[in-house]
């Protein structure tokens, strides 16, 4: 087998193994920013509660 083969079958194996790595974690990445998202949302309403809250309550 000549070298420039056996470039291409080490080339084909590593992106075979890779390919899945990179996209878990790819996956994992969009999931951490949907949690950072949700957790955004949910801080704002409850600032936005207090806030509500505050302003109802007199003498605060």
Do not use: S
């Amino acid at each position: 087998m000549d070298v420039g083969a056996e470039l291409i079958a080490i080339t084909g194996v590593a992106g075979a193994l890779g390919g899945p790595l990179l996209t878990r974690r790819g996956a994992d990445r969009a999931k951490n920013r949907e949690l950072e998202m949700d957790r955004a949302i949910q801080e704002a309403h409850e600032n936005r509660e207090l806030r509500r809250t505050a302003q109802r309550t007199p003498g605060l």
